[in-house]
């Protein structure tokens, strides 16, 4: 009895392994239109120790799909939003900051977009790693549905490695949770 069920066993985990490696195959393609699609979903980090963006997820670094930070810039047309603490959800004062940053995206079509995730310096690295990523993902879903195109956009966590300010006091921590915006002209 033991036997036939190993036998069993057996068959079905060899006649399941394709099936579930096209679906971990179609699991990491995505339609560019789709909002919400770009996105590291690996976890890992980039060449350059940061978390992966939205077009290098689950890409071999130096891949020319992954996004390279140093080739974005900011622009003063472009604000950041923040963020309260141990939250990533867009608060009603960033969405009109969001909106006012898609019109100007979508005036300039040619655009890279990358959108680096930050938080504040408490809290463990791998934990603030997860929430800019998160933040910077709930910034990207905002940009989509106001029209901008996600093929367009990549994102990038940072959590509490590139702060603003230093100090220990909650004006300080709030700047430094934030969404920050970039670009890289086409």
């Known amino acids: 009895m033991v036997e036939r069920f190993s036998r069993i066993a057996l068959v079905l985990l060899l006649t399941s392994a394709p099936v579930l490696a096209g679906c971990a195959k179609w699991a990491g393609s995505s339609d560019a239109s789709a909002p919400g699609s770009p996105g590291s979903t690996d976890g890992g980090r980039a060449a350059d120790g940061s978390m992966g963006g939205a077009a290098g997820a689950g890409r071999a670094p130096g891949s020319p799909d992954r996004p390279n930070p140093k080739e974005f ?35 300039n079509p040619k655009w890279q977009i990358l959108i680096e995730g930050h938080a504040d310096q408490r809290g463990t690295t791998e934990y603030n790693l997860a929430l800019g990523d998160r933040r910077a993902r709930a910034s990207m879903n905002y940009l989509v549905a106001q029209g901008v195109r996600s093929n367009r956009i990549s994102i990038i966590s940072y959590g509490k490695e590139r702060l603003l300010c230093r100090e220990s006091s909650e004006d300080c921590y709030g700047q430094n949770r934030r969404a920050h915006f970039m670009v890289k002209a086409r």
């Open 73 to 107: 810039v900011a622009l003063g047309d472009l604000r950041d939003i923040h963020f309260e603490f141990d939250r990533y959800d867009i608060r009603p004062e960033d969405a009109q900051v969001l909106e006012a940053n898609a019109v100007v995206l979508k005036s």
